[in-house]
Nanobody, 124 residues
Framework: QVQLVESGGGLVQAGGSLRLSCAAS????????MGWFRQAPGKERESVAC????????SYVPSVKGRFTISRDNAKNTVYLQMNSLKPEDTAVYYC?????????????????WGQGTQVTVSS
């Protein structure tokens, strides 16, 4: 089992940057593929990016590709989401999640464990 705690959210102007972190408990962090998801008010949770166990494979949704970068440090049990060129439509609660399933996928249903979320607000 793994527990996840996100941090790094906040208020930023359009065009700005934020770096989200997700710290995981436990000694088997490298056994999990990780993902970032977001949920805006009144909308369903949507995928953002995911990364394989070793960090060698990445996947992004088209709306963030080229602006967001997912990475992980297995020695620190942490996954990151660097967000650049932020837009007002990126405003949402951002969640990290872990999956023990093999392979890499952006479907939220693949993920077993979820953090509490961190708010990101982008002003225009």
């Amino acid at each position: 089992q793994v527990q996840l705690v996100e941090s790094g959210g906040g208020l930023v102007q359009a065009g700005g940057s934020l770096r989200l972190s997700c710290a995981a408990s436990g000694r088997t962090f490298s056994s999990y593929a990780m993902g970032w998801f977001r949920q805006a008010p009144g909308k369903e949770r949507e995928s953002v990016a995911c990364i394989s166990r070793g960090g060698g494979s990445l996947s992004y949704v088209p709306s963030v590709k080229g602006r967001f970068t997912i990475s992980r440090d297995n020695a620190k049990n942490t996954v990151y989401l660097q967000m650049n060129s932020l837009k007002p439509e990126d405003t949402a609660v951002y969640y990290c999640a872990a999956t023990s399933e093999y392979g890499l996928g952006l479907s939220p249903g693949r993920y077993n464990y979820w953090g509490q979320g961190t708010q990101v607000t982008v002003s225009s």
